[in-house]
């Protein structure tokens, strides 16, 4: 079983919370993309989506963002102390 702290519950809520909207959304998109590839006269796939821009946006060395050291420093002081403990239930041997 899974025990959670109540940060934690409310953390795993919120993402789930989250997840939600962000599928509400992609479905949002793709009926948007399906209207307009089901009515264009000369669809174009490029028109959706552009694969090729998208690459060269991601590879492009401007979106490259420099990680905040003081940030990194209070993210390693604050998980210093934090060990996961994995336990391994044998269920044979329950009743």
């Known amino acids: 079983m899974l025990e959670l702290t109540l ?11 989250l997840r939600t909207i962000d599928q509400y959304e992609f479905m949002a998109k793709s009926a948007m993309a399906n209207r307009y590839a089901h009515h264009a006269k000369h669809a174009n796939e490029r028109k959706i989506f552009d694969k090729t821009k998208a690459l060269r946006s991601l590879n492009h060395p401007g979106n490259q963002k420099t990680p ?3 940030m990194l420093q209070q993210a390693n002081k604050a998980l210093s102390n934090y060990q996961v403990n994995f ?3 044998d269920k044979s041997n329950k009743t």
């Open 87 to 89: 336990t391994v239930e």
């Open 68 to 70: 905040n050291t003081q």
């Open 7 to 17: 940060v934690e519950y409310e953390a795993a809520l919120r993402g789930m919370q």
